[in-house]
């Protein structure tokens, strides 16, 4: 099965030798302007392993061998520290807290962006 729906590609994040799901990360390619969004997820038994981080390297890695892409955004919620280390250990640049970003549980959250361009992938996806 392709993993593209529209302009969204969803991936699991496996362990292939025991068959086991330990997350999710998705791609959001924008229509123009060589722009995405990744977002990503791990169950709390995976976390603190590495997961997050090897599975959105090799996001990077294989969305910037599409052509035209030229950035990737994330946006992470205030609070989720770890999401937060995920992105700085992947190259991202934190951008900035964009306030009220989005509304979640009844109320708006401010969500941090992080960003990695096509010039950042030689230095860190080694």
């Known amino acids: 099965m392709h993993p593209w729906t529209d302009r969204l590609a969803r991936f699991a994040i496996a362990d292939d030798e025991h ?3 330990l997350g999710q990360i998705a791609f959001w390619l924008e229509e123009s302007g060589g722009r995405a969004l990744a977002g990503f997820w791990v169950l709390p038994s995976q976390r603190q392993h590495g997961v997050a981080t090897t599975a ?9 061998g599409l052509p035209g892409l030229e950035r990737m955004g994330l946006l992470i ?6 999401s937060q280390r995920v992105a700085t ?3 991202f640049t934190r951008e900035g807290i964009l306030r ?5 549980r009844g109320a708006r959250q401010d969500l941090i962006s992080y960003s990695i361009l096509r010039t950042d992938i030689s ?4």
């Open 100 to 104: 009220g970003y989005e509304e979640a």
């Open 123 to 126: 230095r860190t996806h080694r």
């Open 56 to 64: 959105l390297k090799l996001l990077c890695s294989w969305a910037f």
């Open 77 to 82: 919620n205030l609070d989720n520290s770890a």
């Open 19 to 21: 068959h086991t799901l």
């Open 89 to 91: 250990k992947c190259g």
